[in-house]
């Protein structure tokens, strides 16, 4: 059989070729869109591989995706298209709908890209939403906001990573706002929030990972870093999260097979929905998932969608935790080298010297990032607000 792999990220993030061995591959073959740009990224010996064909694309444009994949599916049978990254849902989706093969259709792909119809068919299924409405204009904005109590937030509906999010606390800050049209209007849930990972097999649940924030993911608009820790079992909130995350799903995937990134607020009484992506979680989120239960969840999605048998899921009952160092506005002069502190697993530095920032663009925009492990909740709290204060101290720029 043959497969169509939308593949965007460095090979180093997404090494398909190194999980499709030749012998797990057998006959199937994987036509594979990859970014121009990250061409050095990719082993010779992978380029070279007869089951596997890489047409390397610039213009990584919805459009573009489209004409190209014109050529592969008319020449070859598609069985499946494959894609993980967030801004290609609606992509796969069009191609399956061209072409009439079998996954997730352009409303289902919608109801995880458009937040205004994420938001309506959860309300229309009975989930927990914050109350919303969406404008068109300026005009409309006014408009509808006078069935709102300040604050409100305001969203663009096919944003990501809390990219242009913002928390309005009366009409004046609202006028001086640059607006892109359509804007998701909410009212403000001044609450805990939590991120559920994990991954739906067949509509079945395999994994569930349950972190909440230390805040929240807009930290980084005031010059805050975006952290957050694992949840224990034993957490007194624990499984009233788990149970409404399966509610959750059970709605927005149904029998489908996908992995999730889930982000609610919960006080200990009032829950509600922020929203839900067809994806993995950004940050360290990969590599935290894969140091507690050994699997990588890109694999075990790509692997499902072939046909390979999908591993079995471990659990080492440890609670892990993660880091985004956010930059900060100057010219960055240095950053210091990574804490001595027992438990980091995971480390990147992305920061480059002598380059200028104007703070971040979003929750996973960082100089840095680290992945931590412990026993329980407070000594990954511990941890984290030491790494947070140490960075705060030692990272210098130039204004």
């Known amino acids: ?144 906001i006078q069935n709102f109590s300040f604050p409100i937030v305001i969203k663009p509906t096919d944003g990501s990573g809390s990219k242009g999010v913002e928390k309005i606390e009366n009409i004046d800050k609202l006028k001086k706002n640059k607006l892109k049209f359509p804007i998701l209007v909410e009212e403000y849930i001044n609450s805990d929030v939590y991120f559920i990972d994990g991954y739906v097999l067949n509509g079945e649940l395999k994994l569930l990972d349950i972190s909440k924030y230390i805040g929240d993911c807009m930290k980084y608009k005031d010059g805050g870093n975006t952290s957050g820790y694992n949840i224990s079992t034993s957490n007194a909130h624990y499984d009233v999260l788990k149970n409404k995350a399966i509610d959750i799903i059970r709605v927005m995937i149904g029998q ?42 890109y694999q075990e999605f790509l692997n499902h969608e072939i046909g390979i048998d999908t591993k079995k899921i ?21 950053i210091p080298e990574k804490p001595e502190i027992e438990g980091i697993f995971s480390y990147e530095v992305y920061g480059k010297k002598g380059m200028y920032y104007n703070g971040g663009l979003s929750s996973v925009h960082a100089l840095l990032s680290m992945s931590i492990e412990g026993e329980d909740e407070d000594e990954l709290i511990k941890k984290l607000n030491y790494i947070n204060n140490y960075y705060e101290n030692k990272i210098i720029y130039e204004k």
């Open 256 to 297: 489908e097979s996908l992995p999730f990134h889930l982000e609610v607020f919960y006080n200990g009484s009032k829950f509600y929905i922020c929203e839900i992506a067809c994806r993995v979680g950004g940050g360290k989120t990969l590599e935290n998932v894969y140091r507690k239960y050994k699997i990588n969840l």
């Open 1 to 144: 059989m043959n497969y169509l792999l939308l593949s965007p990220l460095p090979y180093k993030k997404y090494p398909f070729g190194d999980w499709l061995e030749d012998k797990l591959l057998n006959d199937n073959k994987i036509i594979v869109f990859y970014k121009k740009k990250n061409l050095n990224h990719i082993p010779q010996s992978i380029m070279n591989r007869d089951n596997i064909t890489i047409e390397f694309i610039d213009d990584w444009t919805c459009d573009n995706l489209l004409k190209k994949s014109v050529k592969y599916c008319s020449e070859y049978e598609i069985a499946r298209v494959i894609s993980y990254s967030e801004k290609d849902v609606i992509t796969a989706a069009l191609i399956r709908e061209k072409f009439n093969i079998k996954g997730q259709t352009i409303d289902e792909a919608k109801r995880f890209r458009d937040k205004y119809v994420m938001k309506s068919f959860m309300k229309k299924n009975k989930l927990e939403v914050p109350k919303f409405s969406i404008a068109n204009s300026s005009s409309e904005l006014l408009k509808e």
């Open 314 to 334: 471990e659990n080492s009952n440890k609670l892990t935790g993660q880091i985004m160092i956010s930059p900060k506005k100057g010219k960055l002069v240095s």
